[in-house]
């Protein structure tokens, strides 16, 4: 259910949540990188448990966007 008082998110906003979206993906990149190359299955478990975490902090960050979609301007002001 859509928040009907929503206001649209201001440029700041967005570029802000655009450079999370970036930070999360490359915490994920590195994150599953390094636990492909550990010898250590506990290192190798946190690791894989911060690849989830940081899934769902780009999860929510991508839903944040689209549910401010439908009330982002057609044209720049």
Known sequence: MQNQSMQAL???????IADSITNEELLIKQCAATA????HPQIQQALNHYVRS??????TLVNALQQHQSI???QAQ
Not at 36 to 39: A, T
């Open 10 to 16: 201001s440029p700041k906003e967005l570029n802000y």
């Open 36 to 39: 492909s190359i550990s010898q």
């Open 54 to 59: 940081h899934e769902q902090h780009l999860n």
């Open 72 to 74: 982002a301007p057609t």
